[in-house]
């Protein structure tokens, strides 16, 4: 049993449970203050989109504040209030949840978790995350360090990569000052090194659900993305539990055994785009109503490819940075995500865009036509809030969409 | 001013929208291109040295423009990025005159308008990249360099579009056209400091908006006529204004979004400054080119990175000196905090603008948010009622 699996949110989730290997995602996803303390590292909260190897070069332990503290506060806990804490504390009413909660439950301390520290990576993609940090900085006694991305535009990768560069080489300068450990070339070759073995694997989850056999729940899936953008406990412990999972879901498919989720012979097969939902339940509900999740691109910045071990690690890291497709304009990203896509023979796609954010939102009438247009397959776009807010009409739509092409 | 004297510049925005239309539409004939722009940070200058008219698209308050740019953005994105989208397809004759824009990478919506922008309206769309971490304090030489190189690959898009060379000459050119511009607009926004001032802030706003859709030497000349005019009515003669004074700041506020100001003067405020993108901000500082051998593209990314006070960027401090800065001179009894429905980067900064204004002015800040549709002006007037009514009796 973990701390989340008494939680409200979490009772009311349909989770595969002869996949016995998934309680240590679930345990890693209700790490509390107490696990992390024991580690004896500095925590340095980040953005979800940016990557925890300067954390971890420098000794530091990466936390990905947003994703853990809504998860936990707001989609197990249902302390749906922190959203109004968050605007108490200054944000708009209309920022996003991810950043209302994320506000709300760090200002008020709500999870025990305190991090050390904040490196915020600003980059072409998400103003309110930005902001909300800014708010922080003035409710946190905490330093906030903001480092940039500069945007993607192939005629100007010289002097952008030579600015990454910079930038990351203050970063660790400041990550020092936090940890007290300082990184070297062999420190940020190695964090690189265990950070691909988590994009290995995250990569290996997808490759799990090519198959045509449904071995793998959404939800699960769901769930283990979402938990890799920090690598926390560390990327070795991560690895372990990803490890075992992958291998127990190997396991299932030489044994042909089907997971309890599905429920029709032939689903359709759906890729999730857009978006992280609070909305656990909407992934239950795809396959309650016939579908199949084979795949997402919410973390798949943070994968897409591995970042190169030959030669200087800062080059390669701020090459692999830069090249990220949440830093490309939306044409670009979402013709290099459509490789990613096909992959996975999705028979639909679904996007989500969350209320209130305004950037994968803002341009979701592009990546709707660019893969009706280049992959010629339905799309539905669906919005989604807090996990219990408005889900009927969701569940309606996707309900009727799975409905409409299963035939 | 009088009425009977009253300069072009003062024009209303249709009168304004039709000639200036009926001029870059000539332009055109001629075999010009003509180059819009929505946000400050991008240089006028490098688009007039390309041998090309500049023109910034900074329209609002048109509910059919807003519904217009929901084809692309949605609708809780903010009125004036719709607005820049839609009124390219409703026809606004400013907006479909222009061949390509420049699109600097502000806010998410900005970056958004680039990439439908050239997408779906099929218009040339340059992104200009800037820094949202540099901070003169912090003295970050990478950021200045990569905007400057940023501003290198405009020109050269620039230069493509319009067939001539962007040289130093033409440069200098055109930088010194936009200061003497510069100047004489700051000449104007420095009059209402005083209380018995020859002309109202918000007529200098006016007539800052007017400039951008001019041709650049005629507003030059217009400026020079009305300061003329300006310097020679006797202060001394004039009735101190007794009104609270107000200074306005936050999002954009584009032409023909006048819901807001309308309402502060009708409930007897006296607005007198601003700290918004489209009011002083152009004219506060130069581009400051070194003797005969400063480098242009230096003194315009100096200019460009550093002086435009917009809150995509992280340095929140240096804003809020700014306001209290602006708030001292101008002698400010209060603040009005004008946030665009939706914009999340001024959203997210009232509360240090508020509290810093308490603390270190002891003025109170109201905040004022607000879309374009009419349905909320009941609430507005309310709220600002009481703030004026209250600072009438402090």
Not at chain 1, 248 to 273: C, F, G, T
Not at chain 2, 102 to 128: H, I
Not at chain 2, 294 to 299: E, F, K, S, T
């Amino acid at each position: 049993m973990t701390a989340i699996s008494n939680s409200p949110g979490y009772n009311r989730l349909v989770l595969d449970k002869e996949l016995k290997s998934f309680d240590g995602v679930l345990a890693l996803l209700g790490a509390d203050a107490c696990t992390l303390n024991q580690t004896g590292k500095k925590l340095v909260a980040k953005s979800p989109l940016s990557p925890p190897e300067p954390v971890y070069a420098a000794g530091g332990l990466a936390y990905d504040s947003s994703t853990r503290e809504t998860i936990i506060q707001a989609v197990m806990q249902e302390n749906f209030n922190l959203a109004n804490a968050g605007v108490d504390a200054g944000l708009s009413p209309e920022f996003n949840p991810w950043n209302l909660i994320m506000v709300g439950s760090l200002a008020g301390n709500s999870t025990g978790i305190a991090p050390a520290g904040a490196a915020i990576a600003c980059g072409c993609w998400d103003d309110q995350h930005k902001k909300s940090w800014q708010v922080l900085s003035d409710c946190l006694n905490i330093p906030v360090y903001f480092w940039e991305i500069p945007r993607y535009d192939a005629d100007s990768e010289i002097w952008a990569l030579r600015f990454l560069k910079a930038e990351l080489e203050q970063l660790f300068k400041w990550l020092e000052c936090q940890t007290g450990q300082k990184v070297t070339r062999e420190s940020l070759a190695e964090a690189i090194r265990q950070g691909n073995m988590i994009r290995r694997d995250l990569a290996a989850f997808d490759e799990l659900l090519q198959s045509g056999n449904r071995l793998l729940g959404g939800l699960e899936y769901y769930m283990i993305q979402l938990i890799s953008s920090d690598y926390l406990p560390g990327p070795g412990r991560l690895h372990e539990v990803y490890s075992r999972l992958i291998d127990e879901v190997r396991h299932r498919d030489q044994e042909k055994q089907v997971p309890p989720v599905s429920n029709k012979a032939k689903a359709l097969r759906i890729y999730l785009m857009g978006d992280e939902t609070q909305q656990f339940q909407l992934l239950n509900t795809i396959e309650d109503c016939g579908g199949q999740v084979v795949g997402a691109d919410f973390r798949l910045a943070l994968y897409y490819e591995l970042i190169s071990e030959e030669g200087p690690p800062l080059d390669n890291l701020a090459r692999w940075i830069w090249k990220m497709p949440c830093n490309m304009p939306t044409g670009e990203r979402i013709r290099a995500t459509i490789p990613f896509i096909r992959r996975q023979k999705p028979d639909a796609v679904i996007i989500n865009s969350t209320t209130g954010s305004r950037n994968l939102p803002g341009s979701e009438r592009m990546v709707r036509d660019i893969i009706k247009q280049q992959m010629d397959i339905p799309v539905l776009s669906i919005e989604t809030s807090l996990p219990r807010q408005d889900t009927e009409k969701t569940e309606y739509l996707v309900r009727a969409f799975i409905e409409m092409n299963s035939y | 001013m009088n009425d009977d004297n009253r300069s072009i510049l003062l024009a209303g925005l249709p009168e304004r929208v039709e000639r200036d239309s009926a001029r870059i539409a000539q332009a055109r004939k001629e075999g010009r291109k003509v180059v819009g722009y929505f946000c400050p940070h991008v240089p006028e200058e490098l688009i007039m040295a390309a041998g090309m008219i500049p023109v910034r698209l900074a329209q609002g308050g048109d509910m059919e423009a807003v519904s217009a740019g929901e084809d692309y953005l949605k609708a809780d994105s903010c009125p004036y990025a719709r607005s820049c989208l839609g009124f390219r397809k409703t026809g606004n004759p400013i907006y479909t005159g222009v061949d390509a824009v420049c699109v600097a990478y502000t806010c998410d919506s900005m970056r958004k308008n680039q990439e439908y922008w050239a997408e779906y309206l099929g218009v040339p769309s340059f992104p200009l990249g800037i820094t949202q971490t540099h901070d003169r304090l912090r003295s970050k030489a990478q950021s200045l360099e990569y905007f400057k190189n940023e501003l290198n690959l405009l020109a050269s898009r620039l230069e493509g579009l319009s067939g001539q060379r962007v040289t130093g000459g033409k440069l200098k050119r055109a930088i010194e056209l936009a200061n003497r511009i510069r100047d004489r607009l700051w000449q104007m926004f420095e009059y209402p400091a005083d209380r018995q001032t020859p002309i109202e802030w918000r007529d200098v706003f006016r007539i800052a908006q007017a400039g951008f859709t001019m041709d650049r030497q005629e507003y030059l000349d217009e400026l020079i006529l009305l300061g003329e005019r300006l310097e020679k009515i006797n202060k001394e003669s004039l009735v101190p204004d007794k009104r609270p004074r107000l200074m306005i700041c936050g999002s954009v506020i584009a032409q023909g979004d006048d819901k807001v100001l309308d309402i502060v003067e009708q409930a007897g405020g006296n607005i007198v400054a601003d700290s918004v993108c489209t009011g002083s901000m152009f004219s506060r500082k130069r581009v400051t080119l070194f003797g005969l051998v400063g480098n242009p593209m230096d003194a315009l990314a100096e200019r460009y990175l550093y002086n435009i006070p917009c809150p995509f960027m992280t340095d929140l401090p240096k804003r809020l000196s700014r306001i209290v800065k602006i708030a001292r001179d101008y002698n400010i009894d209060g603040i009005i905090y004008y946030s665009l429905k939706y914009c999340d980067t001024w959203r997210a900064e009232f509360k240090a603008v508020r509290d810093t204004a308490q603390k270190q002015l002891s003025i109170p800040t109201l905040l004022i948010e607000a879309e374009y549709s009419p349905a909320d002006i009941g609430t507005i007037k309310t709220k600002v009622e009481a703030f004026i009514e209250m600072m009438e009796g402090r």
